[in-house]
C-alpha cells in the first residue's frame, strides 16, 4: 500500500466518524450515545462494587426458580451483600411492592415513609439498624438506586404497615370513607411430632398465600451466617431482613413457621416491629421458650401470627397463638399443630378477632382448617417431608366436599373463585392464592437443609395476559403482575452458592 492510499483511508475514516458524530448529535444517535455512556458509568461502579471487601464470602447462584443467596459476617457487611447481589431484584420488589401499599390504603408512599422512619426506626435494634443501612449502601454500589433507608425500613414492614397500622390509625384519627382495610391472611402450614410421623421427629411444611404480584417476587433463599447468633436458613423477599411469610431454620435446631391470624385488630405504635422481632428470634433462639419470648418482647400486634415451632433438639413443637393484648402457647412432644388462618384460643378470638367467625365453615381459614384435620389423621404415623410437600399442594375443598382448587383448598388458587375471600378484602378472583412451597424435617435440620418449591405448590401455573384479559378490575396490577410459573421441588442447604 502506498502511502498515499493509506492518508486517503485515513480521512475517509475521519470523515465516516464525523458523518457518525453528526448523525448521533441528532435526535436518536444522541439518545443511543447517552444509553452507552450511562450503561459504561454503570458498568464501572457495579466492577467497582464487586470489588468491594464487604462484600468477601458472599455469593449467589439460581435453581429450580430461586434465587439462593450466602451472606456472613457483622450486621453492615451482611447488609451490603443482601443490597448488592439482589440490586435488581430489590428495585423490583420495591416497585410491585410499594404500588401494593399505596393503592388499597388511598395513602402515598411519604405516609409510610413518615410511619417507618418516626415510628419504627427508633425501636430498630443498632444491630438490624446496620443491616438495614447495609441494604441501602449495596443497593446504591450495584444499580445506583434513589432508594433510601426510610423507603427500605417502610417496604420491610409491608406485611404490618398497611393492613394493621393504617386501619389502627384511620379508625383513631376518625378518617371519613376510610378504606376497607382487613389484616391478611397468609399460608397453610403444619409442624407434626412423635407418633403422628415416620420417624417419630419432627416435619414442617408451609406454603405462602399472598397475591401474587409479590407471592412471584418471594423467591429468595437466604442462607445468613451472622458475626453474633445462630446461622439461618430461610426463604424471603429481596430487601427484607425477615423470612416474612415465615420459614426458617437455625443451627441451634429451631424449626420456624406461621400463618397469619384472620381479622386481627390492633396496633400498638410504641411496640418494636413485628419483621424485627421475626429476624432477632430465627437469629437469636435457641429453644421454644427463648422464641417466645423474643416475639412477645415489644409485640406490636403487626402481622399477627400463629407461630408453628419445632425443636429438633427435644423433638419437642409448639403454637404461639400470639394476639396484641391476648396470646397461648400449646407445647407437645406427640402431635400435630395446623395452621390456615385462623385463631383458636378464646381469649384472642374474643380480644383480639372480635369479627371473626369460627363457626362458618364457608370461608378459607376454616375449610382448610377442616381439611388438615381429614388430611392429617389420614397420614398419621407417616407423615415424612415427602408426604408434606404432597399435602400442601392438596386441592380438596373441604366444603363442597370435592376436588378442586379455590380459595378454600390448602393450595390456594382465588383468582379461580368468584367467590374470592372476603374476610381479608379479598374481591372475586382475586389473584392471589399459594405462591411457594417449603417443607423440612429434623434430619435435614441439622445438615441445615430444605427443600422449597416455587409457584403453587401443585406444581401449576398462572398466566397473567389471559387473567387480566377476563378481569379488567385488576388492571391497576398490569405492571407488576407476571406469570408465576410452577417449579419442580428442589433441595438448598447452608454454604456458599453452588458454581
Ligand atoms: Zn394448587
Known amino acids: 500500500m502506498t ?19 453528526w448523525w448521533m448529535g441528532n435526535g436518536v444517535g444522541a439518545a443511543a450515545a447517552n444509553d452507552a455512556m450511562t450503561a459504561t458509568m454503570a458498568k464501572a461502579r457495579e466492577n467497582a462494587a464487586a470489588n468491594d471487601p464487604r462484600l468477601k464470602g458472599a455469593s449467589r447462584s439460581e435453581k429450580g426458580g430461586w434465587i439462593y443467596v450466602h451472606l456472613e459476617g457483622g450486621p453492615a457487611e451482611i447488609g451490603y451483600q443482601h443490597g448488592y447481589l439482589l440490586g435488581p431484584e430489590i428495585e423490583d420488589a420495591f416497585a410491585a411492592v410499594s404500588a401494593g401499599m399505596t393503592h388499597p390504603t388511598q395513602r402515598d408512599w411519604g405516609f409510610f415513609r413518615k410511619a417507618a422512619h418516626e415510628m419504627l426506626w427508633p425501636k430498630i435494634d443498632a444491630e438490624y439498624q446496620e443491616e438495614l443501612k447495609g441494604i441501602v449502601a449495596g443497593l446504591h454500589a450495584r444499580t445506583g438506586s434513589k432508594l433510601d433507608v426510610d423507603d427500605i425500613v417502610a417496604f420491610n414492614a409491608f406485611e404490618e404497615l398497611p393492613d394493621y397500622y393504617v386501619p389502627w390509625y384511620n379508625k383513631r384519627q376518625k378518617v371519613a370513607q376510610a378504606p376497607n382495610l382487613k389484616s391478611p391472611g397468609n399460608c397453610s402450614a403444619f409442624v407434626a411430632t412423635g407418633s403422628w410421623t415416620k420417624d417419630g421427629q ?29 446461622r439461618m436458613l430461610m426463604d424471603g423477599m429481596p430487601g427484607v431482613i425477615a423470612s416474612d411469610d415465615d420459614f426458617g431454620i437455625n443451627d441451634a435446631g429451631l424449626m420456624v413457621t406461621e400463618t397469619t391470624i384472620t381479622q386481627f385488630e390492633g396496633w400498638d ?13 430465627l437469629q437469636y433462639a435457641t429453644t421454644i421458650d427463648g422464641y417466645t419470648k423474643i416475639m412477645l418482647d415489644g409485640n406490636n400486634g403487626g402481622y399477627a401470627n400463629d407461630w408453628l415451632l419445632g425443636d ?3 423433638g419437642e413443637i409448639a403454637q404461639l397463638e400470639l394476639g396484641l393484648k391476648a396470646y397461648k402457647l400449646w407445647r407437645t412432644k406427640d402431635g400435630v399443630f395446623a395452621g390456615s388462618n385462623w385463631a383458636r384460643d378464646p381469649k ?10 369460627p363457626k362458618n365453615m364457608q370461608t378459607s381459614p376454616n375449610a ?44 390456594g388458587h382465588t383468582d379461580a373463585s368468584s367467590r374470592g375471600v372476603d374476610v381479608w378484602a379479598w ?6 392464592g399459594a405462591v411457594q412451597g417449603k417443607a423440612t424435617d429434623s434430619a435435614m435440620t441439622k445438615d441445615m437443609r430444605l427443600t422449597a418449591r ?14 387480566l384479559a377476563a378481569h379488567p378490575e385488576y388492571a391497576w396490577q398490569e405492571p407488576y403482575l407476571r406469570d408465576m410459573l410452577g417449579h419442580p421441588w428442589t433441595e438448598f442447604h447452608s454454604g456458599p452458592a453452588e458454581k
Request: proline residues 6%; contains cysteine; aromatic residues 8%.
Open 3 to 21: 502511502d498515499s492510499i493509506r492518508r486517503a483511508i485515513a480521512v475517509l475514516i475521519v470523515l465516516c466518524g464525523t458523518a457518525a458524530l
Open 427 to 432: 374481591g372475586p378472583y382475586f389473584p392471589g
Open 269 to 281: 405504635p410504641n411496640g418494636k416491629a413485628e419483621f424485627v422481632r421475626a429476624r432477632q428470634a
Open 202 to 230: 419432627i416435619v414442617i411444611a408451609h406454603n405462602n398465600w399472598t397475591n401474587y404480584v409479590n407471592g412471584e417476587r418471594w423467591r429468595i433463599v437466604f442462607d445468613i451466617a451472622p458475626k453474633t447468633g445462630q
Open 368 to 411: 382448610r382448617r377442616t381439611r388438615w384435620d381429614e388430611l392429617l389423621k389420614e397420614h398419621k404415623g407417616k407423615i415424612d417431608v415427602e408426604l408434606a410437600q404432597k399435602m400442601i399442594g392438596d386441592h380438596e375443598d373441604s366444603f363442597e366436599k370435592k376436588e378442586d382448587p379455590d380459595e378454600r383448598t390448602l393450595c
Open 348 to 357: 384472642v378470638l374474643k380480644e383480639d378477632t372480635p369479627q371473626f367467625d
Open 312 to 314: 429438633r433438639k427435644t
Open 454 to 467: 416455587m409457584g403453587h405448590p401443585c406444581g401449576g401455573d398462572f398466566l397473567a395476559k389471559p387473567f
